[in-house]
């Protein structure tokens, strides 16, 4: 589907929404202005409704904002504060209901489209926070002609509208729920579009090399010279090692965004709620001598030198009879579904730490192989007791080994310095982007086309298929700016918005 298509089936998802928006509504008895709704629906393919939402967070504050985009904005406006608006001038003004009382006094701010957030005329009330004034604010704006606008429709509409493409539009998002400076950082140069220009750059480069290489293939007799004078293997890798950089900062982004899920596993008291409890800095698990007392799976956020980590502590392995206790084990096991790194705590009283073995370290009855393709670090606790000193070793490329003492303290500092290196924390955050699963689903689409490519040209000399798998790494890379989407996509992405952005 291409971008104008793409625009187009999310506005008839829009148009099909305002029905139902604007039923709800009127059963709030915020009766919508019947001739105004006409006007704004007819004779137009894509019918545009005018919107309104509070954009500030429900409860008291200071200041409350009440946002309006569409045709009728401005009439809305007008009947409202019953002045003359001056574009972008802030006007301090009384805010009036459909019967002449005052709501309350503050400002008024209009955007003229298509220079605004959504490239639609836009109006601004902005007075107290309370929750009732903004209530009251809001039914007389709704009286006058505008709906209740859906999650992320600004923000939809800015989208339709081309004010920005939608890595740039889920950047939003991003920026609002950044939970680090580091993450506030990386999501807003996705949204000043530095995540799109890489993009967009690569997608230029593809479609000139697919160009070139379709040139070729127009002209049969010549077609093994052009492939193989080497120029088509040369723009071939470095759009390689263009995306490569890309996906480095992408995976970096994503980190930045969304954290760590870090599962803390092993056999019963050997010390996962304690170290659970260091790392956060906070009793977030009951400790006791009495094993088997974690039952359930226990979640606690945390971070590492500014990088997200969901700490995720698990009911103890081993054979057991008790219903509950196994049904803890069993959720320690889909737990690990969901790791990005295993913490096996293991007490070091119970094994020989010199020769060490995975099989050996775990109770009778429990499977290693729930371990494997898991990047794990086996973490020797309780080194108080066997007088041992902390340390890190490394196992092989992904697994790791650390000595500690989750009761004294001793190598939780190691073991947090290493799990921010081994995480890709220690990497340099600097021109990141913020990223979402699906865009690091696309970038690695667009790196195995152009691996295929490569393949197709040095092996066979298939100028076909190495144009073929340059078209899909293209709309691979296009799906992340919103050029070729689903429809069912794009609804997803913008119902995840809070209301009035």
Same mark, same amino acid.
């Not at 915020?30 to 409704?49: A, F, R």
């Not at 006007?91 to 639609?120: K, L, M, Q």
């Not at 996906?247 to 596993?265: F, P």
């Given at each position: 589907?291409?971008?104008?298509?793409?625009?187009?089936?999310?506005?008839?998802?829009?148009?099909?929404?305002?029905?139902?928006?604007?039923?709800?509504?009127?059963?709030?008895?915020?009766?919508?202005?019947?001739?105004?709704?006409?006007?704004?629906?007819?004779?137009?393919?894509?019918?545009? %409704?005018?919107?309104?939402?509070?954009?500030?967070?429900?409860?008291?504050?200071?200041?409350?904002?009440?946002?309006?985009?569409?045709?009728?904005?401005?009439?809305?406006?007008?009947?409202?504060?019953?002045?003359?608006?001056?574009?972008?001038?802030?006007?301090?003004?009384?805010?009036?209901?459909?019967?002449?009382?005052?709501?309350?006094?503050?400002?008024?701010?209009?955007?003229?489209?298509?220079?605004?957030?959504?490239?639609?005329?836009?109006?601004?009330?902005?007075?107290?926070?309370?929750?009732?004034?903004?209530?009251?604010?809001?039914?007389?704006?709704?009286?006058? @002609? /505008?709906?209740?606008?859906?999650?992320?429709?600004?923000?939809?509409?800015?989208?339709?509208?081309?004010?920005?493409?939608?890595?740039?539009?889920?950047?939003?998002?991003?920026?609002?729920?950044?939970?680090s400076e580091q993450a506030l950082k990386?999501?807003?140069?996705?949204?000043?579009?530095?995540?799109?220009?890489?993009?967009?750059?690569?997608?230029?480069?593809?479609?000139?090399?697919?160009?070139?290489? +379709?040139?070729?293939?127009?002209?049969?007799?010549?077609?093994?010279?052009?492939?193989?004078?080497?120029?088509?293997?040369? =723009?071939?890798?470095?759009?390689?090692?263009?995306?490569?950089?890309? =996906?480095?900062?992408?995976?970096?982004?994503?980190?930045?965004?969304?954290?760590?899920?870090?599962?803390?596993?092993?056999?019963?008291?050997?010390?996962?709620?304690?170290?659970?409890? =260091?790392?956060?800095?906070?009793?977030?698990?009951?400790?006791?001598?009495?094993?088997?007392?974690?039952?359930?799976?226990?979640?606690?956020?945390?971070?590492?030198?500014?990088?997200?980590?969901?700490?995720?502590?698990?009911?103890?392995?081993?054979?057991?009879?008790?219903?509950? %206790?196994?049904?803890?084990?069993?959720?320690?096991?889909?737990?690990?579904?969901?790791? +990005?790194?295993?913490?096996?705590?293991?007490?070091?009283?119970?094994?020989?730490?010199?020769?060490?073995?995975?099989?050996?370290?775990?109770?009778?009855?429990v499977d290693s192989t729930i371990f494997?393709?898991?990047?794990?670090?086996?973490?020797?606790?309780?080194?108080?007791?066997?007088?041992?000193?902390?340390?890190?070793?490394?196992?092989?490329?992904?697994?790791?080994?650390?000595?500690?003492?989750?009761?004294?303290?001793?190598?939780?500092?190691?073991?947090?310095?290493?799990?921010?290196?081994?995480?890709?924390?220690?990497?340099?955050?600097?021109?990141?982007?913020? /990223?979402?699963?699906?865009?690091?689903?696309?970038?690695?689409? /667009?790196?195995?086309?152009?691996?295929?490519?490569?393949?197709?040209?040095?092996?066979?000399?298939? @100028?076909?298929?190495?144009? %073929?798998?340059?078209?899909?790494?293209?709309?691979?890379?296009?799906?992340?700016? @919103? %050029?070729?989407?689903?429809?069912?996509?794009?609804?997803?992405?913008?119902?995840?918005?809070?209301?009035?952005?």
């Amino acid at each position: 589907m291409n971008n104008k298509n793409s625009r187009e089936a999310l506005q008839k998802m829009s148009c099909k929404a305002i029905v139902n928006k604007s039923a709800e509504c009127d059963d709030d008895n915020m009766s919508i202005s019947s001739e105004l709704l006409t006007k704004q629906t007819s004779g137009d393919e894509h019918p545009v %409704e005018t919107i309104a939402a509070i954009a500030t967070a429900r409860g008291c504050g200071g200041i409350g904002i009440i946002r309006v985009s569409g045709p009728y904005a401005f009439e809305i406006a007008s009947k409202i504060v019953k002045i003359d608006l001056k574009p972008r001038f802030a006007h301090f003004t009384s805010f009036y209901d459909d019967s002449g009382d005052v709501i309350d006094h503050g400002i008024v701010i209009s955007f003229p489209g298509p220079n605004s957030y959504t490239g639609e005329d836009v109006v601004e009330f902005q007075g107290h926070g309370g929750s009732i004034v903004l209530d009251c604010l809001l039914k007389s704006v709704v009286h006058l @002609g /505008a709906r209740i606008a859906r999650p992320g429709e600004f923000t939809e509409r800015a989208f339709l509208n081309n004010r920005i493409d939608l890595a740039q539009a889920e950047a939003v998002a991003d920026v609002i729920n950044a939970t680090s400076e580091q993450a506030l950082k990386s999501a807003m140069s996705s949204l000043q579009g530095d995540f799109s220009t890489a993009i967009n750059d690569l997608i230029k480069k593809l479609i000139a090399l697919r160009v070139y290489v +379709e040139a070729a293939i127009d002209f049969p007799e010549e077609e093994v010279d052009f492939l193989s004078e080497g120029q088509v293997g040369l =723009q071939l890798q470095g759009l390689l090692d263009q995306l490569v950089i890309i =996906q480095r900062k992408a995976s970096t982004g994503r980190l930045l965004a969304e954290g760590i899920n870090l599962v803390l596993a092993g056999e019963p008291n050997a010390g996962k709620s304690s170290i659970l409890n =260091q790392l956060s800095g906070q009793d977030s698990a009951i400790v006791t001598d009495i094993a088997g007392t974690t039952r359930d799976v226990i979640r606690e956020s945390i971070q590492i030198n500014g990088v997200p980590f969901h700490l995720i502590d698990t009911a103890g392995l081993r054979h057991t009879d008790d219903i509950v %206790e196994k049904e803890g084990i069993r959720r320690t096991v889909n737990a690990l579904d969901s790791a +990005e790194r295993v913490l096996l705590v293991v007490d070091s009283n119970k094994v020989d730490i010199e020769n060490f073995d995975i099989k050996a370290i775990l109770p009778e009855g429990v499977d290693s192989t729930i371990f494997e393709n898991l990047p794990l670090t086996v973490v020797f606790n309780k080194i108080d007791l066997t007088k041992t000193s902390p340390l890190i070793s490394k196992i092989d490329k992904d697994n790791y080994l650390i000595n500690l003492s989750a009761k004294t303290g001793e190598g939780i500092d190691i073991l947090r310095n290493h799990l921010f290196e081994v995480t890709g924390g220690n990497s340099n955050t600097e021109g990141s982007f913020t /990223a979402r699963r699906r865009h690091l689903d696309a970038l690695e689409q /667009a790196h195995l086309a152009i691996i295929n490519a490569q393949t197709q040209l040095n092996k066979f000399n298939a @100028g076909e298929f190495v144009a %073929e798998e340059l078209t899909i790494a293209q709309e691979a890379l296009s799906t992340i700016t @919103g %050029e070729f989407s689903r429809d069912d996509l794009l609804g997803e992405i913008f119902s995840s918005f809070c209301i009035g952005k």
